[in-house]
């Protein structure tokens, strides 16, 4: 299993599928390996209708930065598929970016667990959310996982 990011572009990365949501929602991976994947999104455009950051919004970039930390464990020849996102939002956000931090907390060979810590500009905790992955072979010629 893969444990490492030398061969990881991450300007490709977050260019990769441009009408992907985490591309729509202005999250941009800033480090990236097995262990940990930190990325940042803004709040203006990923807002509910009082203004604040959509707790939606957080668990999106939660997934992204998990899944990602999954995937690079899983290796290439097998893909990761988020199975369960829990989420506690602890205070609002209604400027500015906020920062995740993917830590893993359990890799094997079926299954990878992150805890994503995202935080406000002022370092305030956002929200906590955890992850957990399902790790499949890869289907031949790059489509979703089999069944």
Do not use: F
């Not at 480090?31 to 959509?54: I, K």
């Not at 399902?134 to 010629?141: I, K, N, Q």
Request: a negative charge; hydrophobic letters at 40%; proline letters at 5%.
């Amino acid at each position: 299993m893969a444990d490492s990011s030398d061969q990881l572009d991450l300007s490709e990365l977050n260019e990769a599928y441009p009408e992907a949501l985490p591309h729509r929602m202005g999250i941009k991976i800033t480090e990236a390996s097995a262990l940990r994947v930190v990325g940042t999104m803004p709040v203006q455009g990923n807002t509910q209708p009082y203004g604040l950051l959509h707790g939606g919004a957080s668990c999106v970039l939660a997934e992204t930065l998990g899944s990602t930390g999954a995937a690079l464990h899983a290796a290439p020849d097998r893909v990761a598929v988020g199975i369960e996102i829990s989420a506690t939002h602890h205070r609002a956000a209604s400027a500015g970016w906020v920062t995740g931090v993917a830590t893993r907390l359990h890799a094997g060979r079926t299954l990878a667990t992150y805890e994503i810590v995202i935080t406000d500009d002022h370092g305030r905790r956002v929200c906590t959310a955890r992850l957990s992955c399902l790790l499949r072979d890869a289907v031949p010629g790059g489509g979703p996982p089999a069944s």
